[in-house]
């Protein structure tokens, strides 16, 4: 992994010159799979005593949490597929075990809420869970509405971040979540963009509102937020 994070975007276009560009990332994404893959049987103590998990600091607060997070995005939209949500519930266990902490999810992502809420609910030590999710719809009464049917899916007495999902309807939903933030009823506020798009408008919404997070898109084949973002 020390490799891929240092290659030049040069390097990566003469690596990637004689495969097909589905070939390229199938590869990059096999590597990341297995940098990330669960301690075999046994091993778990023994991965997590290996050193201590890289955490990063929130700059509002302090608040540490781990650099890395699990994402549910398609990995856990398995519906009701009893086998798959239960091997959801080993993949969120040995994240906790190896001291993962924050999970993301949205109402975009199919039945990925309830599948978490599901796997929650069979996993007695989450006390490390940083619950993190987003609001996806138009109007503040809707979001409102969605809002709370996540908090019940996910069985959470309230989220630690919600997120604005691709800025929809961005200048209605900031309103209901700083006063939500105000009263306790979520911890920390975001907004999100997603392939790369609209960094300028959301470099403006960063500038004028009091956010504690921002989600956008950079990885190796998608530089551009270096540009601006960061």
């Keep these: 992994m020390h490799l891929l994070r240092n290659m030049r975007r040069s390097d990566m276009q003469q690596v990637s010159r004689g495969l097909s560009r589905r070939a390229f990332v199938h590869s990059l994404g096999a590597l990341g799979a297995a940098a990330t893959l669960p301690a075999p049987p046994g091993l778990g103590s023994a991965w997590a005593a290996s050193g201590p998990v890289l955490t990063k600091a929130i700059p509002a607060t302090g608040e540490r949490v781990p650099a890395i997070g699990m994402g549910s995005w ?12 239960a091997q959801r519930v080993k993949v969120l266990q040995t994240f906790f075990d190896l001291g993962g902490g924050m999970v993301d999810s949205s109402p975009m992502y199919g039945s990925s809420e309830d599948v978490i809420g599901y796997c929650l609910k069979r996993i007695p030590d989450k006390q490390s869970l940083f619950s993190a999710t987003k609001v996806w719809t138009m109007f503040k009464v809707l979001g409102v509405r969605q809002m709370n049917a996540s908090r019940e899916l996910w069985g959470v007495d309230r ?25 306790g009823r979520i911890r920390y506020i975001g907004i999100t963009t997603s392939h790369g798009d609209r960094h300028d408008a959301l470099a403006k919404v960063m500038a004028e509102q009091p956010l504690d997070f921002v989600q956008f898109t950079y990885n190796l084949l998608d530089r551009e937020a270096e540009r601006r973002l960061l």
């Design 159 to 183: 989220f630690d971040l919600m997120q604005i999902h691709n800025m929809l309807d961005w200048s209605t939903h900031i309103e209901t979540l700083k006063e939500w933030k105000a009263q």
């Design 74 to 85: 398609i990995t856990f939209n398995v519906g009701g597929d009893k086998q798959r949500r």
